[in-house]
C-alpha cells in the first residue's frame, strides 16, 4: 500500500509539473512571446547564474576538502613515505592552482561576454605567442612533474644487498596472506611451485636445508622500527597487490615471479595509537588488487615494534617441519606426479 501510494505520488507530481509547463508556454504565447526567442533579460539572468555557480562550485569543494579531509591517511611511518607525500603534494598544488584559474576565468569570461545586440567579438585565425604560450608552459610543468617523479622513484626503488635488511615474503593466494621469515640460518630456504600441497602450501623445497628453518605466520607479522626491511613478493595463483598503505609501499604479486620492495618503518604501531588518539588503530597489509570473490578477505595485521620486542616475538615463531619425505632425488618427481597442477582462476 505505502508503494501504491508512493507511485502514484510521484504520478501526480509529473503530470502537475507538465501542466505548469503548458500553462507557461500559454501565458507566452497570449503576450506574443516566442519560446524559442533569447531575450537581453534571459542573457543577463543567465550570465549571472554563471558566477552563482562557480562561487556555489568553490564553497562545495572546501566544503568536501573540510568534512572528508580528516579520512585521509595519517602521516607516513616509513622514511620513504615521506618523499611520496611530498610528491603528491607537490602534484596536488600544481592541480589545484590550474584548477582554480581555470574555472574562475572560464565562468568570468561567461560572465562577462554574454551577447548583447551590437557586440561583435574579435576574429582573428592565428597567434604564434598564443600557441607557444599553451605548448611550452604545459611542457615545461609535466616536465618538471616527470624529473621530481623519477628522482622519487629511482630513490626509493633502489636495490639493497639482502645481508643488509630483514627478509620477508608475503606469498599471497586467493584469498589470504602468509608471511615468512629466515630462521637461524638468515636465508629463506628456496621453493618449486610443483612442490605445492596441503602440507607444504608455499611450495618450500624440503631438499633445500635452508627452507626447514623458515617460520610461516599467518593472521599478523611484525617488522622493527629503524630497520631496513626488505619484502619478497609471491603469487599461487592470480595476480594479487600487496598494498601497505601507512608505509606508502604497494608491489604486485605476480605468478611465476618474485617481485620485491624495501622500507624503513619509523613509528611503532604503539606511536601511532598515540599519535592519532586510536588504541585500537593497527597497521594493515591488504590486497589492492580485485583478485575474485571473496578478495575482501586479504587482510593481514602487520605490527611495529622495537627490535627487541621484534627479536623476541620471531624467536617465539615454529619453524618449518616437513614431513618425511623421499630420497632428495625422487622428491620432485614424487611431487610432481602425485600433484595435480595449479588451475587458473577468472578474476571475475
Known amino acids: 500500500m505505502q508503494s501504491f501510494l508512493i507511485y502514484s505520488a510521484i504520478i501526480l507530481g509529473i503530470i502537475a509539473f507538465a501542466r505548469v509547463i503548458k500553462v507557461y508556454e500559454l501565458a507566452n504565447a497570449l503576450r506574443g512571446n516566442k519560446d524559442e526567442q533569447v531575450t537581453d533579460s534571459d542573457n543577463k539572468f543567465n550570465a549571472k547564474m554563471m558566477l552563482a555557480f562557480v562561487i556555489a562550485f568553490f564553497a562545495f569543494c572546501i566544503y568536501q576538502i573540510i568534512a572528508y579531509g580528516k579520512y585521509v591517511l595519517p602521516e607516513s611511518a616509513s622514511e620513504h613515505g615521506v618523499d611520496i607525500d611530498n610528491l603528491m603534494n607537490f602534484n596536488l598544488i600544481i592541480i589545484t592552482i590550474v584548477f582554480v584559474l581555470v574555472n574562475i576565468i572560464l565562468f568570468w569570461f561567461a560572465f562577462k561576454y554574454y551577447f548583447r545586440k551590437g557586440n561583435r567579438a ?72 610443483k612442490l605445492i600441497s596441503d602440507v607444504n602450501p608455499l611450495a618450500l623445497d624440503t631438499t633445500d636445508s635452508h627452507s626447514l628453518d623458515d617460520k610461516l605466520v599467518r593472521g599478523e607479522f611484525h617488522i622493527p622500527v629503524g630497520k631496513r626491511v626488505l619484502f619478497k613478493f609471491r603469487s599461487r595463483d592470480v595476480i594479487h597487490s600487496a598494498y601497505m598503505p601507512h608505509f606508502r609501499a604497494q608491489m604486485n604479486c605476480v605468478p611465476g615471479m618474485e617481485t620485491q620492495f624495501h622500507f624503513v618503518p619509523t613509528i611503532t604501531t604503539a606511536e601511532m595509537r598515540t599519535k592519532l588518539g586510536k588504541p585500537e588503530f593497527d597497521y594493515i597489509l591488504v590486497c589492492n588488487k580485485i583478485c575474485g570473490q571473496t578478495h575482501y578477505n586479504m587482510q593481514m595485521k602487520i605490527v611495529v615494534e622495537s627490535e627487541s620486542q621484534y627479536n623476541t616475538w620471531l624467536a617465539s615463531q615454529p619453524k618449518f617441519k616437513a614431513d618425511p619425505q623421499p630420497a632428495a632425488s625422487d622428491s620432485l618427481k614424487t611431487v610432481k606426479n602425485s600433484v595435480a597442477p595449479v588451475q587458473p582462476v577468472s578474476l571475475w
Open 122 to 193: 574579435t576574429y582573428f585565425a592565428h597567434s604564434t605567442k598564443l600557441e607557444l604560450i599553451w605548448t611550452i608552459v604545459p611542457a615545461i610543468v609535466l616536465a618538471v612533474i616527470i624529473i621530481y617523479g623519477l628522482m622519487t622513484w629511482n630513490k626509493i626503488m633502489t636495490p639493497v644487498p639482502e645481508n643488509e635488511a630483514v627478509v620477508i615474503e608475503l606469498y599471497a593466494k586467493q584469498f589470504d596472506w602468509t608471511a615468512r621469515y629466515a630462521g637461524d640460518d638468515k636465508k629463506l630456504g628456496n621453493t618449486n611451485y
